[in-house]
């Protein structure tokens, strides 16, 4: 029950919404609030403050959040070692991830789970978040990992981890003026932009409409098809682009790049695993457990 309390805990400190925590979990909203009320009075402290329909975490809050994640990674980490204890998996895995993904988020989670499952022969396609949805229909892998989210209706969608898309340009970028700009600003700047069917490009321009902006709007040097080749041209020219932090840290480590943020635009989406609707294979179900618990710090 306690355990269950500190769910709906979690739920409402990641949504900062007491309804959609309650659409989450399958409850009332008066339930939510009753099992709030308990831990707060479990604990003699609050753990959200109220301004109108508006809610915050207090510091006890964010105390409570850090355990609570830390917590249920235990659990879930358990149950995964606990399951799989006494069985000799083995077979053979068909994934396909999106660019991104597979150059700088993959390689660590597929060397961890072969030195852990090493009768499991992977194989991994790479190409854009389109390609690698028309590859799953065509039922030419057994899982996807992608960075867009189209909505396809025959495709489940189940968020993997969180990335944040950046604006980016060289150290040695001799338009480089400033740190932070106007939104507008960028219709003025030359950008590179990955191809189209990208889901890079889709979250871009998903966030520009927020600022009355199309794609058509900007100064599009040139569209290129590969992360590393846009990474390439950033050294050598005065352009700058829309890179997810995943794929730059090291450039940031060695001082290459820098980050020019955009006031007010926060361009932040989840890769998502996908899988065809009614599929629901024992390799694929692993492989996303396993790489749910990897450490990407």
């Known amino acids: 029950m306690f355990d269950f309390r500190l769910q709906v805990f979690q739920a409402v400190a990641k949504r900062l919404n007491?309804?959609?925590?309650?659409?989450?979990?399958?409850?009332?909203?008066?339930?939510?609030?009753?099992?709030?009320?308990?831990?707060?009075?479990?604990?003699?402290?609050?753990?959200?403050?109220r301004n109108g329909s508006r809610i915050k975490l207090t510091s006890a809050g964010e105390i409570l959040l850090q355990h609570t994640e830390q917590l249920f990674s235990l659990y879930r980490n358990l149950e995964f070692e606990m399951n799989n204890l006494s069985q000799k998996l083995k077979g053979k895995l068909r994934l396909g991830a999106s660019t991104t993904i597979a150059q700088y988020v993959l390689p660590p989670v597929l060397a961890a789970f072969h030195k852990k499952f090493s009768d499991i022969q992977i194989t991994l396609i790479t190409n854009n978040t389109e390609q690698i949805e028309n590859a799953l229909k065509n039922n030419e892998i057994d899982l996807g990992i992608i960075e867009g989210h189209s909505k396809n209706a025959s495709i489940k969608?189940?968020?993997?981890i969180k990335d944040e898309i950046v604006l980016v340009a060289s150290n040695k970028n001799s338009l480089l003026k400033k740190e932070i700009i106007q939104p507008k600003e960028l219709r003025e700047i030359p950008l590179l932009l990955r191809e189209p069917g990208?889901?890079?490009?889709?979250?871009?321009?998903?966030?520009?409409?927020?600022f009355g902006m199309k794609l058509r709007d900007l100064k599009i040097e040139m569209q290129l098809a590969?992360?590393?080749?846009?990474?390439?041209?950033?050294?050598?020219s005065n352009c700058m682009a829309f890179l997810s932090i995943h794929s730059i840290l090291n450039e940031l480590k060695k001082n290459e790049f820098r980050i020019i943020d955009i006031k007010g635009m926060n361009i932040e989406r989840f890769?998502?695993?996908?899988?065809?609707?009614?599929?629901?294979?024992?390799?694929?179900?692993?492989?996303?457990?396993?790489?749910?618990?990897?450490?990407?710090?």
Do not use: C, W
């Open 271 to 297: 890769f998502y695993f996908i899988q065809l609707h009614g599929q629901s294979e024992a390799l694929p179900e692993l492989f996303m457990k396993f790489a749910s618990h990897h450490n990407f710090r």
């Open 226 to 236: 590969s992360t590393e080749s846009m990474k390439s041209y950033l050294l050598h």
């Open 18 to 49: 007491f309804t959609k925590a309650a659409a989450e979990l399958y409850i009332t909203q008066p339930a939510v609030t009753k099992h709030i009320h308990e831990l707060e009075r479990h604990f003699k402290v609050k753990l959200f403050d």
């Open 157 to 160: 969608y189940s968020e993997f």
């Open 198 to 210: 990208s889901g890079t490009l889709d979250v871009i321009a998903h966030s520009l409409k927020s």
